[in-house]
């Protein structure tokens, strides 16, 4: 063999090799770069990563985002973070090829800052009485299927800056339930919940669901099933705070839970529960998607710490990938940052290894069928 294909070979084995190791250093909360993926992912040769320069980049993103600071110091802190986040989407984009990293509407936020504000999830674990779904055929399941095309999906939300995704999940989910239920698809009031779900487990402290500081989706099914119901959109509108007092008026309930249940780990059960039940409610760990523009994201590491509430409306069987990767299955997740971000809102996420746990906490909910009462 030309001793130049063996060196060649021997190069990419050796990155990838390092590279895999640089993985188990990560941190849990994917929050810093540990310095060991920070040697293996950044430039070595001093070249400037970007076309552009990073302050026309900034420009870019102030104008594309209508980012406007309050005085120059705070608008060059921003600048400071943005510069660091232009090398932590590279870094992003070096563990995770298959999608595309750059600039987002996040850009000019420190991890701790986009987690704080933008991440709600509390207390993540399953629920000790939660139900457990049962178990479904999975020999004829489709080859790819979308929620969207059905009518299930509402159009893509924005929470705004209050950490209240967990409501947006199980509102995603209550609407394609109810859908299902009565052929009608109703958008469902995720400030009931900021404002008057305060559900606890019992059983340990700090469990409560707490508006735009973070809450469970589990519990808010349990709040929903306990209130009678949620109200529509229009009736009880989306404020993105929680220092509202409960306006929720039982005479305009649009949507009632008659139960929720816990899928299993299995991917073909959760695809099984999918195509039967409608879009499920799904925890993520989200430290990819501050980055994320479009594609199939599938990074070699990801933490599996729980943080994000999201709705998973569908999968495909083969996402587009760059030329000579293998093309991948993918979970097609709705979000709740507003159609500007990812695939007009839309988030792809691979299938088959519970990427960024992804797998690790899945809710499906029936409703009642409000016609036949």
Not at 57 to 69: A, E, P, T
Not at 177 to 188: D, I, V, Y
Not at 208 to 224: H, I, K, Q, R, W
Request: aromatic share 10%.
């Amino acid at each position: 063999m030309d001793n130049r294909i063996v060196f060649l070979l021997f190069a990419i084995f050796s990155l990838f090799f390092v590279g895999v190791i640089s993985a188990e250093a990560f941190s849990a909360e994917g929050s810093e770069v540990d310095p060991l993926i920070r040697q293996v992912t950044d430039r070595q040769d001093g070249a400037v990563p970007h076309l552009l320069t990073e302050e026309h980049h900034f420009s870019l993103f102030k104008k594309r985002f209508k980012k406007i600071y309050r005085s120059q110091e705070e608008h060059d802190h921003r600048f400071r973070i943005f510069k660091a986040n232009l090398k932590r989407a590279e870094r992003h984009q070096k563990l995770d090829p298959s999608a595309t990293h750059g600039v987002t509407q996040f850009s000019d936020l420190t991890p701790s800052e986009f987690r704080r504000t933008y991440l709600g999830l509390r207390r993540l674990r399953l629920p000790k009485d939660a139900n457990e779904a049962p178990v479904l055929p999975t020999d004829n399941l489709p080859e790819d299927f979308d929620w969207r095309e059905k009518g299930a999906v509402t159009p893509v939300k924005n929470q705004g800056t209050c950490g209240s995704c967990w409501s947006f999940s199980t509102t995603g989910a209550l609407e394609g339930a109810n859908f299902l239920a009565t052929g009608k698809l109703e958008s469902l009031s995720e400030q009931q919940l900021v404002d008057c779900d305060h559900e606890c487990d019992p059983e340990e402290a700090g469990s409560c669901d707490s508006g735009c500081n973070g809450g469970l989706m589990n519990s808010a099914f349990e709040y929903t099933l306990k209130a009678g119901g949620l109200m529509r959109e229009e009736d009880y509108p989306y404020t993105g705070t929680d220092r509202g007092t409960c306006k929720f008026d039982k005479s305009k309930i649009a949507a009632k839970v008659a139960n929720f249940s816990v899928v299993s780990l299995d991917e073909d059960q959760i695809a099984a529960n999918l195509v039967k039940n409608g879009p499920l409610a799904v925890a993520i760990n989200a430290v990819f998607m501050q980055t994320y523009m479009k594609g199939v994201s599938c990074p070699y590491i990801c933490s599996k710490r729980l943080d994000h509430g999201v709705l998973l409306v569908g999968y495909g069987s083969a996402g587009y990938a760059p030329v000579r990767m293998k093309e991948k299955p993918y979970w097609i997740i709705k979000n709740s940052w507003g159609e500007n971000w990812g695939e007009n809102g839309f988030y792809k996420i691979c299938r088959g290894r519970n990427i960024c746990g992804v797998d690790s906490m899945v809710s499906t909910v029936a409703a009642v069928n409000t016609n036949s009462q």
